[in-house]
Protein backbone atom coordinates (compact mmCIF):
# COMPACT_ATOMS: atom_id res chain seq x y z
CA UNK A 1 0.00 0.00 0.00
CA UNK A 2 1.42 3.75 -1.36
CA UNK A 3 1.73 6.36 1.78
CA UNK A 4 -0.34 9.23 0.98
CA UNK A 5 2.09 12.25 0.87
CA UNK A 6 -0.44 14.67 0.46
CA UNK A 7 -2.18 15.33 3.76
CA UNK A 8 -4.79 17.74 2.12
CA UNK A 9 -5.90 15.31 -0.40
CA UNK A 10 -9.79 13.95 -0.22
CA UNK A 11 -11.16 11.41 -1.82
CA UNK A 12 -14.44 11.84 -2.62
CA UNK A 13 -16.81 8.70 -3.37
CA UNK A 14 -19.99 9.56 -5.65
CA UNK A 15 -22.92 6.92 -4.55
CA UNK A 16 -24.73 5.59 -7.69
CA UNK A 17 -27.98 7.28 -6.72
CA UNK A 18 -26.66 10.81 -7.04
CA UNK A 19 -24.68 10.37 -9.87
CA UNK A 20 -27.15 10.86 -12.30
CA UNK A 21 -27.44 14.43 -10.28
CA UNK A 22 -30.97 16.35 -11.12
CA UNK A 23 -31.90 18.89 -13.63
CA UNK A 24 -32.96 22.19 -12.13
CA UNK A 25 -33.74 25.69 -14.02
CA UNK A 26 -34.49 28.18 -11.47
CA UNK A 27 -32.42 28.22 -7.98
CA UNK A 28 -33.67 30.24 -5.34
CA UNK A 29 -31.44 31.71 -2.77
CA UNK A 30 -31.74 32.48 0.40
CA UNK A 31 -29.71 33.22 4.06
CA UNK A 32 -29.34 33.58 7.73
CA UNK A 33 -26.30 35.19 9.78
CA UNK A 34 -24.97 31.83 9.72
CA UNK A 35 -25.65 29.92 6.78
CA UNK A 36 -27.12 30.36 2.88
CA UNK A 37 -29.68 28.48 1.98
CA UNK A 38 -29.74 27.30 -2.27
CA UNK A 39 -32.78 25.27 -3.59
CA UNK A 40 -32.68 24.02 -6.90
CA UNK A 41 -35.75 23.63 -8.33
CA UNK A 42 -37.44 22.24 -11.55
CA UNK A 43 -39.81 24.83 -13.57
CA UNK A 44 -41.80 23.49 -16.09
CA UNK A 45 -43.81 25.50 -18.81
CA UNK A 46 -47.59 25.87 -17.78
CA UNK A 47 -47.62 24.23 -14.75
CA UNK A 48 -48.48 25.57 -11.57
CA UNK A 49 -45.91 24.60 -8.94
CA UNK A 50 -42.77 23.85 -9.10
CA UNK A 51 -40.90 21.02 -6.83
CA UNK A 52 -37.26 21.62 -5.43
CA UNK A 53 -35.29 19.35 -6.49
CA UNK A 54 -32.14 19.36 -3.77
CA UNK A 55 -31.12 22.00 -0.84
CA UNK A 56 -27.85 22.89 -0.20
CA UNK A 57 -27.16 24.57 2.99
CA UNK A 58 -24.02 26.35 3.47
CA UNK A 59 -21.37 28.17 5.46
CA UNK A 60 -21.27 31.68 4.38
CA UNK A 61 -17.48 31.26 3.92
CA UNK A 62 -18.26 27.97 2.06
CA UNK A 63 -20.96 30.00 -0.40
CA UNK A 64 -17.91 32.75 -0.94
CA UNK A 65 -15.62 29.84 -2.06
CA UNK A 66 -18.85 28.35 -4.02
CA UNK A 67 -18.90 32.20 -5.76
CA UNK A 68 -15.56 32.45 -6.68
CA UNK A 69 -15.33 28.56 -8.27
CA UNK A 70 -18.62 28.85 -10.31
CA UNK A 71 -17.49 32.04 -11.49
CA UNK A 72 -13.81 30.77 -12.73
CA UNK A 73 -15.51 27.57 -14.18
CA UNK A 74 -18.51 30.23 -16.44
CA UNK A 75 -15.26 31.63 -17.53
CA UNK A 76 -13.68 28.60 -18.38
CA UNK A 77 -16.60 27.69 -20.00
CA UNK A 78 -16.82 30.27 -22.23
CA UNK A 79 -13.23 30.61 -23.33
CA UNK A 80 -13.20 27.43 -24.83
CA UNK A 81 -16.98 27.19 -26.19
CA UNK A 82 -17.95 31.19 -26.22
CA UNK A 83 -20.01 33.69 -24.01
CA UNK A 84 -23.46 32.52 -22.34
CA UNK A 85 -25.90 34.52 -23.89
CA UNK A 86 -28.59 35.75 -21.41
CA UNK A 87 -32.02 34.85 -22.93
CA UNK A 88 -34.87 37.50 -22.04
CA UNK A 89 -38.13 36.49 -22.28
CA UNK A 90 -40.43 37.03 -25.42
CA UNK A 91 -42.43 39.50 -22.96
CA UNK A 92 -40.16 41.76 -22.06
CA UNK A 93 -41.03 43.28 -18.31
CA UNK A 94 -44.02 45.87 -18.05
CA UNK A 95 -43.59 49.25 -17.73
CA UNK A 96 -45.99 49.29 -14.34
CA UNK A 97 -43.25 46.67 -12.98
CA UNK A 98 -45.28 43.81 -13.74
CA UNK A 99 -43.40 40.37 -14.07
CA UNK A 100 -43.45 38.57 -16.99
CA UNK A 101 -43.98 35.24 -17.53
CA UNK A 102 -40.87 33.34 -18.95
CA UNK A 103 -43.36 30.55 -20.39
CA UNK A 104 -46.20 32.55 -21.97
CA UNK A 105 -44.75 33.37 -25.73
Known sequence: ME???NKNEIKIEMPAEVANGHYSNLAVISHGPN???????????????????????????????????LRDNVQKYENNFGEIQHKTPKNAPKKDGGVPNPFMA
Not at 37 to 47: C, E, K, Q, S
Not at 51 to 59: A, F
Open 35 to 69: EFFLDFITVAPNMPQAKVQSRIIMSPENAKNLLFA
Open 3 to 5: ANN
